[in-house]
């Protein structure tokens, strides 16, 4: 500090008449009740509000604390007794002003839910963006159910009982949402955000294969029910148990991945789960289907199921909600024709596969397990790919889906099929919600995400 220019009482008068400082020097009045604190007009007329001082073996520091205009004097000395308080204490201002700035950026930057968007507008920048369904669980589940959590406040505790959330949904939400949970920590931890990855005790669950196989009672019943919607949801979803494939393959079919000579459906490698390219030769019940859908070969452009053209259709829980009122309703039909009362287990719709690849490998189809393998596109080691045996298998791989789509006809052939006949009118809005309920008793519930600003419970979700 300048010792030749006496300290006076900062006010709004002396600023006032503070003079510019000389280009590339500083001239200081000092205040003479807050040892350290003082201004300076700079060259440009802006008059800045300092606190200089010395920590123990270190030299002087001084720490700008603001522009008179946008505080007052008295405010700026009230700012520099704090940090003289802390001075005493210890306690480096400049320092605790820095930390307290990390602090207040980490609680902006590592909120769960502002992390997760981040984190995917990042991949999306840097050209590898996540799935779709990825995302949808990182969205959904990790940042929806604690979107104030805060990464590096994250304990282990926490992710118990965030797991615990997810397992009363299913087995299924648990593991992926674990998995995902370690993938965005993980990537905190390498982008040096987070020291440690509070997920890391956790143990992803091995995968439980699905074992619901669907019996030929309830897979008439299920095209049944696909018919009675009279809908394209109806139609997708029939599409689903034919063709075996996954229902985001077959609900996001476009006209351009078919060819229309050979009836060939490509799909692209980014839209099957094992980023590879499949080709299936499509059988002819599903061409039938796809038929209905554009009449016209001069107009089939876009979209093959699509309510307006713009996007293509969902396979929502709506759809399976209907569908499972219908089913309900053709099963009172079959015990009303005489039929023995039965119960439809809980089901899904990717239990479709699993249904369709053991009846293939059972009597009377008998389709060897690899063809089933190639039926299902599961992805396969360099091993089992022999150049000289693809055109064999996929022609068998074509009569491996003829016999399923033949073994699904021979079932609606049979005298127990179509109870009430062939055309029920779709059920009325008012009836949906009762059946669905009534086929679901005893099945386990799957609690549903909240919301954002939904009440639960009496707490809202934010």
Excluded at 53 to 58: H, K
Excluded at 209 to 227: H, K, N, Y
Excluded at 347 to 354: I, V
Excluded at 405 to 429: H, Q, V
Aim: aromatic share 8%; hydrophobic share 35%; charged share 35%.
């Amino acid at each position: 500090m300048r010792k030749n220019k006496p300290r006076i009482h900062i006010t709004v008068n002396s600023v006032r008449a503070l003079l510019p400082s000389p280009p590339n020097t500083k001239t200081f009045d000092w205040d003479d009740e807050v040892r350290g604190f003082g201004c300076y007009r700079t060259s440009g007329g802006d008059v800045i509000f300092v606190y200089q001082y010395r920590m123990p073996y270190m030299s002087a520091r001084r720490a700008r604390i603001g522009v008179w205009g946008e505080m007052t004097p008295s405010q700026a000395r009230e700012i520099a007794r704090e940090w003289a308080v802390m001075r005493r204490k210890g306690v480096d201002p400049v320092e605790e002003r820095r930390r307290m700035a990390q602090e207040d950026k980490a609680a902006r930057d590592l909120i769960m839910s502002t992390y997760v968007t981040e984190y995917l507008a990042r991949r999306e920048r840097e050209g590898r963006p996540v799935a779709k369904l990825h995302g949808q669980i990182m969205v959904r589940d990790v940042a929806g159910l604690m979107p104030d959590m805060r990464l590096d406040k994250m304990t282990d505790d926490d992710v118990e009982k965030w797991l615990d959330q997810l397992q009363t949904r299913s087995k299924s939400a648990k593991r992926y949402g674990l998995i995902y949970l370690k993938v965005l920590l993980n990537d905190a931890k390498a982008r040096g955000r987070i020291d440690k990855s509070p997920a890391d005790r956790f143990k992803v669950p091995d995968q439980q294969e699905r074992d619901r196989v669907l019996s030929p009672f309830e897979i008439q019943r299920v095209i049944e029910a696909c018919r009675d919607m009279h809908d394209q949801h109806g139609e997708v979803l029939e599409c689903l148990l034919r063709t075996m494939r996954r229902k985001e393959e077959v609900a996001a079919m476009s006209w351009e991945e078919i060819d229309p000579e050979t009836w060939v459906w490509t799909i692209p490698a980014e839209r099957t789960k094992t980023k590879t390219r499949y080709a299936m030769e499509l059988p002819a019940q599903v061409i039938a289907i796809l038929e209905r859908q554009q009449p016209d070969p001069m107009k089939r452009t876009g979209w093959v199921f699509s309510h307006d053209g713009t996007f293509s259709i969902s396979t929502s829980t709506q759809a399976k909600d209907a569908l499972d009122a219908h089913i309900h309703r053709r099963m009172e039909l079959a015990f009303a024709a005489g039929q023995k009362p039965r119960r439809f287990e809980q089901w899904n719709f990717h239990d479709f596969r699993t249904t369709a690849a053991t009846h293939l490998g059972e009597e009377p189809l008998n389709v060897r397990d690899d063809i089933i393998e190639l039926c299902l596109a599961h992805s396969r080691s360099k091993d089992e790919v022999s150049k000289y045996q693809r055109a064999e298998k996929r022609s068998m791989v074509k009569v491996a889906f003829q016999k399923w789509n033949a073994f699904l006809d021979d079932l609606m052939e049979r005298p127990d099929a179509w109870p009430g006949g062939r055309n029920m009118p779709r059920i009325g809005k008012g009836d949906l919600k009762r059946r669905r309920l009534e086929l679901r008793q005893g099945w386990i519930k799957k609690v549903r995400p909240l919301r954002t600003g939904e009440v639960r419970g009496g707490r809202r979700n934010r």
